[in-house]
């Protein structure tokens, strides 16, 4: 079955760095495009960073850019998210996800939790 887990978010400062995983199985992790996204509290889930199948493209969500960093590792079918510099509106519970397999929306993990203090 699919499953993206994630993992690797906690308590941090303002200033701070935190870097996420996320596991994948059940399906070619390796031709597909690939999402962190985020819940702030009380907010709608948006996505933040976006890297192709093969990690030779990267996009920002405008907030995030210059502060973090996608990438993949294909052998081992784990995205990661690079967050750097973090602020206390990047607090959020973060997920990831391959928006562009098939029944995408069924397969939302539980997300991590991402908490910066100020």
């Known amino acids: 079955q699919v499953q993206f887990v994630e993992s690797g978010g906690g308590l941090v400062q303002a200033g701070g760095s935190l870097r996420l995983s996320c596991t994948t199985s059940?399906?070619?992790?390796?031709?597909?495009?690939m999402r962190w996204y985020r819940r702030p509290p009380g907010e709608e889930r948006q996505w933040v960073a976006y890297?192709?199948?093969?990690?030779?493209?990267?996009n920002y969500e405008d907030s995030v850019k210059g502060r973090f960093t996608i990438s993949r590792d294909n052998d081992k079918n784990t995205l990661y998210l690079q967050m750097n510099n973090l602020k206390a509106e990047d607090t959020a519970v973060y997920y990831c996800?391959?928006?562009?397999?098939?029944?995408?929306?069924?397969?939302w993990g539980q997300g991590t939790q991402v908490t910066v203090s100020s």
């Open positions: 996800l391959a928006p562009w397999l098939t029944n995408a929306n069924d397969y």
């Open positions: 059940g399906f070619s992790f390796g031709n597909y495009a």
């Open positions: 890297i192709t199948d093969t990690g030779g493209i990267t």
